[in-house]
C-alpha cells in the first residue's frame, strides 16, 4: 500500500514535478516546509518497508543469520513512526 500511496501521490501533486516533492522552492513558506518534511518521511519511511518486503522471506533469513535479520525487520518501528508523521 505504501509503494501503491507514493506512485500515486508523486502524479497527483504539483502536477507530477519531482523535483518540488523534495527540493525546496526558491521562496520557502512555512507551508512548504511542511509539505517537503512530509515527503521526506514519507519517501524515508517506504524505502524502509520496501527494503523490509525485500528480505521477508526464508532465503534471506538463512542468508543474513537470525540476529541480522531480525534486527534489520526491526525497522518497521521507524518506518511506521515515519508514516504515521507522514499522514500528520
Do not use: C, E
Not at 500511496?5 to 511542511?34: C, E, N, W
Not at 541480522?68 to 518506518?79: E, I
Request: net charge positive; charged share 10%; glycine share 6%.
Amino acid at each position: 500500500m505504501a509503494i501503491a500511496h507514493t506512485a500515486i501521490g508523486l502524479q497527483v501533486h504539483v502536477g507530477g514535478k519531482l523535483s518540488r516533492y523534495f527540493l525546496p522552492p526558491p521562496v520557502m513558506h512555512s507551508s512548504d516546509k511542511l509539505f517537503l518534511a512530509a515527503n521526506w518521511m514519507g519517501l524515508i519511511s517506504v524505502l524502509l518497508l520496501a527494503a523490509l518486503v525485500v528480505i521477508s522471506n526464508n532465503p534471506s533469513l538463512r542468508r543474513l543469520g537470525l540476529s541480522t535479520w531480525k534486527f534489520l525487520q526491526r525497522a518497521s518501528y521507524p518506518a511506521a513512526v515515519l508514516a504515521v508523521l507522514h499522514g500528520l
